[in-house]
């Protein structure tokens, strides 16, 4: 049996993995799958593809990308989910700040140089028209520490997806005051690129394996009852949040790499560019 390591954040997107692994469909093909949860998101990841330490990531799009085009050996696979994740933009209950336009020149918690929550920080700042070059940023590693930072006042605001932190939200520890989506899809699945080619049959029936459950995803019986009760969510959030997620089972599009890649560019974020085969498994 051949060992995979998997690695991915602890969040609803990645149930159907868990699905598969609980039901044994990867030891049928002979693939034992080893998940590993990443609290600390997409730059942890990046740095565990680098390290030869993960074989595949499920990875937000914009953050290994970037990643990529500075040097990290990996390629996309496929696109995973399609649809846009929803940043929301939280600061402490007892904090003062009430509107989008308090946070300038604030500081932002995120979980690590690299991450989502840094890249999308910096999106939605340069959005704002605010000094992208000024921004100050707390690293926390993961939601546990920015909740930390928030309510003891070492950060400003964090921000992260928008029906991981509702709990937080409704517990009244954090007070969310606005929403960025990202102008891209938000998920992808990547692998290092050596494991790639010398695994190819055995990554494509790891994919048809996901692709299939992600496909029907949304038809399993109580699926939202499953999702709420698994990750701590009120079922009137996990709905809403079903019927605004798509899953993918198809590569990422050239349009949407060169939209990523050139908000990357324009941000300053990354000094080249590469064209989308560079990036890219063709499986």
Same mark, same amino acid.
């Given at each position: 049996? $051949?060992?995979?390591?998997?690695?991915?954040?602890? *969040?609803?997107?990645?149930?159907?993995? #868990?699905?598969?692994?609980?039901?044994?469909?990867?030891?049928? %093909?002979?693939?034992?799958? &080893?998940?590993?949860?990443?609290?600390?998101?997409?730059?942890?990841?990046?740095?565990?593809?680098?390290?030869?330490?993960?074989?595949?990531?499920?990875?937000?799009?914009?953050?290994?990308?970037?990643?990529?085009?500075?040097?990290?050996? +990996? !390629?996309?696979?496929?696109?995973?989910?399609? @649809?846009?994740?929803?940043?929301?933009?939280?600061?402490?209950? +007892?904090?003062?700040?009430?509107?989008?336009?308090?946070?300038?020149?604030?500081?932002?918690?995120?979980?690590?140089?690299?991450?989502?929550? #840094?890249?999308?920080?910096?999106?939605?700042? $340069?959005?704002?028209?605010?000094? @992208?070059?000024?921004?100050?940023?707390? *690293?926390?590693?993961?939601?546990?520490?920015?909740?930390?930072?928030?309510?003891?006042?070492?950060?400003?605001?964090?921000?992260?997806?928008?029906?991981? @932190? $509702?709990?937080?939200?409704? &517990?009244?520890?954090?007070?969310?005051?606005?929403?960025?989506? @990202?102008?891209?899809? +938000?998920?992808? %699945?990547?692998?290092?690129?050596?494991?790639?080619?010398?695994?190819?049959? /055995?990554?494509?029936?790891?994919?048809?394996? %996901?692709?299939?459950?992600?496909?029907?995803?949304?038809?399993?019986?109580?699926?939202?009852?499953?999702? !709420?009760?698994?990750?701590?969510? =009120?079922?009137?959030?996990? =709905? *809403?949040?079903?019927?605004?997620? +798509?899953?993918? &089972?198809? &590569?990422? !599009?050239?349009?949407?790499?060169?939209?990523?890649?050139?908000?990357?560019?324009? /941000?300053?974020? %990354?000094?080249?560019?590469?064209?989308? !085969?560079?990036?890219?498994?063709?499986?």
């Amino acid at each position: 049996m $051949k060992k995979i390591t998997v690695v991915g954040v602890p *969040e609803h997107f990645n149930l159907p993995w #868990h699905l598969c692994i609980e039901n044994n469909e990867f030891n049928e %093909i002979g693939v034992d799958l &080893q998940w590993i949860d990443i609290p600390e998101g997409t730059g942890k990841m990046c740095q565990m593809l680098r390290n030869n330490e993960t074989d595949l990531a499920i990875i937000l799009t914009e953050g290994i990308i970037k990643d990529i085009a500075k040097g990290n050996p +990996s !390629s996309l696979i496929q696109q995973y989910v399609s @649809t846009p994740l929803l940043w929301g933009i939280h600061v402490a209950e +007892s904090s003062p700040f009430q509107n989008i336009t308090d946070l300038e020149n604030k500081r932002i918690a995120i979980s690590r140089y690299g991450s989502g929550s #840094h890249l999308m920080a910096i999106v939605h700042a $340069k959005k704002m028209g605010w000094d @992208t070059d000024t921004l100050n940023f707390i *690293e926390v590693n993961t939601i546990d520490h920015a909740v930390e930072a928030l309510t003891n006042e070492k950060a400003d605001y964090f921000m992260w997806e928008r029906f991981m @932190t $509702k709990p937080l939200v409704d &517990q009244k520890i954090f007070r969310r005051i606005g929403e960025c989506p @990202t102008p891209w899809p +938000s998920f992808v %699945i990547a692998g290092r690129q050596k494991f790639l080619q010398e695994n190819k049959a /055995l990554v494509e029936n790891v994919l048809e394996i %996901i692709n299939r459950t992600t496909l029907e995803f949304k038809l399993i019986p109580s699926i939202d009852r499953t999702l !709420s009760e698994r990750y701590n969510q =009120k079922a009137e959030d996990i =709905k *809403e949040w079903l019927k605004l997620t +798509s899953w993918s &089972q198809k &590569q990422l !599009s050239p349009d949407a790499f060169s939209a990523v890649q050139n908000q990357l560019a324009e /941000l300053n974020l %990354i000094e080249k560019t590469l064209d989308y !085969s560079q990036a890219i498994f063709k499986m």
